[in-house]
C-alpha cells in the first residue's frame, strides 16, 4: 500500500485560525439551510399540520428505508431570489426497498407547492441526475401548479418535465407519483405520465382545470372530488393505479411499488471499505481562509479515500496538478486535485494523459478544484498555454467515464472549465463553503477594468479621475466577491449543494454508488484533435 503521510499540525496557529474561519462559514451556512427547512414559515406549517398532513421531508423520511440516508440536493436553489430558498421543492438521492431513488417532493407550505422559476430548474437538474444514472423517480406531488405571476418564466421551458418523464420511462427507468393533494393543471401530466400512480382519498385532486376554471370555461358546475378526487381516479378514470387510505399507506404503497420494479444496479456493491487512516474533522483546518495561500490537496485526498491509499502518477512532472489513483467506498477512482492553483502547461498535458488513461479503465475520476485558472503571460503564450489548455479541455469534454467534482478553494477562469465545472457535465457537483467560482479573482477583475478604462482615457486625450477609479474598483471588487461565493452560486443551481467538508467522504460515496446504477464504458480514443 502507498498510504499517504500527513504533515498537517493540528496545534500549528495557522491551522487553528483556518479551522475557526471554516467554522464561521458552517454556521452561516446552517443558517441558511434552515431558511429552506423553514418552507413558507410557521403559520403555513402549522395550516398544513392543522390539516392532518405530512411536511415534505416528513413524506420523504417515512418513504425511506429505515437507518438510511437522504442526500438532498440543491437545497439552497433561489437562495438570494424572490423566492423561498429551496424553491418550494425538495430532492435528493435516498434508498427505497434497497433501490436507490431520485426522489422530489412539492412543498406545500410555500404558496402550496406552485413551481417558480428556480422550482422548475431544480426539477430538471433532478431529472438529469435520474437519467444520467438510472435512478427509478418517486414525485411526492402537491402541488398548485405554476406559481402564476411567474408564468412567463415557467410556462415555455416547464413543458419539459412532463417530456422528462416520458424519456425515462422509454429508457426504461420507472417513474412513481404519490398525490397528497392538489395536482392541478399542468401538474396533473406528473401523475398522468408516470409509470405508477398512488392517490390519498379525499386529499389528491388531479385536473387539467379545477370547478373556477371549468364554470368559465364551459358553464359546467363541478365540485373537486367528482371533478379529480383520488376515489373517481381510481373507480372512474383509472388514473390512479392504486387508492390510498391516508398519508402513510400511500408512502407504503409506494414502497411496494418500488420493491416489485425489478429494477436492479449494472454493478456490485463493493462491500465494507477501509475508512482513512485520519481524522476527517481535520478537513476544517486544511483549506486556508485566504485563498491566495496555497495548500497540498493531498491532506484533503488522505482524508477521504479508503485506507488514505493513493498511488500518484506522474509526481514530479507538472506538480501544481496532483493525480493519482485511490478507491472510495470500495469503487475506484481517478483524482485531479490542484495544488498550486495555477495550471501551465506541464499540468495540462499531463491531466490530458490521465483522463484517456482512465477512460481507457472504465475509472471515474473525481476532479478536487483550487485553481485560479491557467497560466498567462508572453513566457507561457509562447510555450503553447493555449493548446495545451485545450488539450485538457478536450480530454474532460469527451470522456465518457463518470465525473465528480467537488470546489474546495478557487475555481476561476477556464482552469473551472479544465477542472470540469457545470458546464462539462458532471455527474454531480458540490462546494464547500470557502471555495469561490467566478471568470477571475475580484481584485484582478477590477484591475483589468481600471486598466482598460485608463488606457480608453490617454487615448482619447482626456485625464483620468483617479477618486472615481479608486471608487469604480471597490464596487466590482465587492460585487465579483458576492458573486462568487457558494451560496450564491448554490442559489443558482450551478453546483449541487454546498457540503461540510467532513461529509466529503460520504456525500461523494452516496454519489459514486448512485454512479454505479447505470452501466459505463470510458471513451476509445474518440477525443477529437488534439494540438500538439
Known amino acids: 500500500m502507498t498510504v499517504l503521510a500527513s504533515a498537517l499540525d493540528t496545534a500549528d496557529p495557522d491551522y487553528r485560525a483556518h479551522r475557526a474561519a471554516m467554522l464561521d462559514k458552517l454556521t452561516a451556512l446552517g443558517t441558511e439551510h434552515a431558511k429552506a427547512l423553514a418552507g413558507g414559515g410557521e403559520k403555513y406549517v402549522e395550516r398544513h399540520r392543522g390539516r392532518g398532513k405530512l411536511l415534505a421531508r416528513e413524506r420523504v423520511e417515512l418513504l425511506l428505508d429505515p437507518d438510511t440516508p437522504f442526500l438532498e440536493l ?3 436553489a433561489a437562495w438570494g431570489s424572490e423566492y423561498t430558498v429551496g424553491a418550494s421543492l425538495v430532492t435528493g438521492i435516498g434508498v427505497v426497498e434497497g433501490v436507490e431513488c431520485l426522489i422530489t417532493a412539492n412543498d406545500p407550505t410555500v404558496r402550496g407547492g406552485a413551481s417558480n422559476p428556480w422550482s422548475l430548474r431544480k426539477a430538471l437538474r433532478a431529472n438529469d441526475i435520474a437519467l444520467a444514472n438510472r435512478l427509478p423517480v418517486i414525485s411526492l406531488v402537491e402541488s398548485g401548479g405554476a406559481d402564476l405571476p411567474s408564468q412567463k418564466e415557467i410556462f415555455i421551458p416547464g413543458g419539459a418535465i412532463f417530456r422528462d418523464l416520458t424519456r425515462l420511462s422509454a429508457a426504461g427507468i420507472p417513474t412513481v407519483a404519490v398525490v397528497f393533494g392538489n395536482s392541478t393543471a399542468g401538474g396533473a401530466y406528473v401523475p398522468g405520465m408516470s409509470d405508477h400512480t398512488i392517490m390519498v382519498k379525499e386529499r389528491a385532486k388531479v385536473f387539467l382545470g379545477g370547478p373556477p376554471l371549468v364554470k368559465m370555461a364551459t358553464g359546467e358546475e363541478s365540485d373537486d ?10 373507480r372512474t378514470s383509472g388514473l390512479a393505479d392504486h387508492f390510498a387510505v391516508d398519508e402513510p399507506d400511500a408512502l407504503r404503497q409506494a414502497r411496494r411499488v418500488v420493491a416489485r420494479l425489478n429494477h436492479r444496479k449494472a454493478y456490485p ?10 481524522d476527517p474533522d481535520e478537513l476544517l483546518g486544511v ?36 493525480t493519482g489513483w485511490a478507491a472510495l467506498h470500495g469503487y475506484p477512482v481517478g483524482i485531479l ?10 499540468e495540462s498535458q499531463k491531466a490530458a494523459q490521465f483522463i484517456q488513461l482512465a477512460n481507457q479503465r472504465d475509472i471515474p475520476l473525481l476532479f478536487l478544484h483550487n485553481t485560479t485558472g491557467y497560466m498567462v503571460g508572453r513566457e507561457y503564450e509562447q510555450g503553447g498555454i493555449i493548446k495545451h489548455g485545450a488539450m485538457m479541455i478536450n480530454a474532460v469534454s469527451n470522456s465518457k467515464v463518470p465525473h465528480l467534482s467537488v470546489l ?15 458546464a462539462y457535465d458532471p455527474r454531480f457537483l458540490f462546494a464547500w463553503p470557502g471555495a469561490k467560482s467566478a471568470v477571475m479573482g475580484p481584485q484582478q477583475l477590477a484591475g483589468v477594468l481600471s486598466i482598460v478604462a485608463r488606457q480608453s482615457a490617454v487615448a482619447k486625450g482626456r485625464p483620468y479621475d483617479d477618486e472615481a477609479d479608486a471608487a469604480l474598483r471597490a464596487m466590482v471588487e465587492q460585487q465579483i466577491e458576492s458573486e462568487s461565493l457558494p451560496m450564491f452560486l448554490s442559489g443558482r443551481l450551478y453546483d449541487d449543494g454546498v457540503i461540510d467538508p467532513r461529509d466529503t467522504r460520504t456525500v461523494l460515496g452516496l454519489c459514486l454508488s448512485a454512479v454505479h446504477t447505470a452501466p459505463y464504458e470510458g471513451v476509445r480514443g474518440g477525443f477529437g484533435v488534439f494540438r500538439m
Open 287 to 322: 483549506v486556508p481562509g485566504d485563498l491566495k495561500i496555497p495548500f497540498d490537496p493531498r491532506e484533503v485526498i488522505a482524508r477521504i479515500v479508503d485506507g488514505s491509499d493513493f498511488d500518484e502518477f506522474k509526481p514530479l512532472y507538472g506538480p501544481s496538478l496532483t
Open 269 to 278: 456493491d463493493p462491500g465494507p471499505a477501509e475508512p482513512p487512516k485520519y
Open 225 to 234: 372530488e367528482s371533478l379529480g378526487g383520488a376515489e373517481m381516479h381510481a
Open 408 to 422: 474546495m478553494g478557487a475555481s476561476y477562469g477556464a482552469g473551472h472549465y479544465g477542472m470540469c465545472g457545470r
Open 74 to 76: 440543491s437545497p439552497l
Open 337 to 346: 486535485a490542484n495544488a498550486r492553483g495555477v495550471l501551465f502547461s506541464e
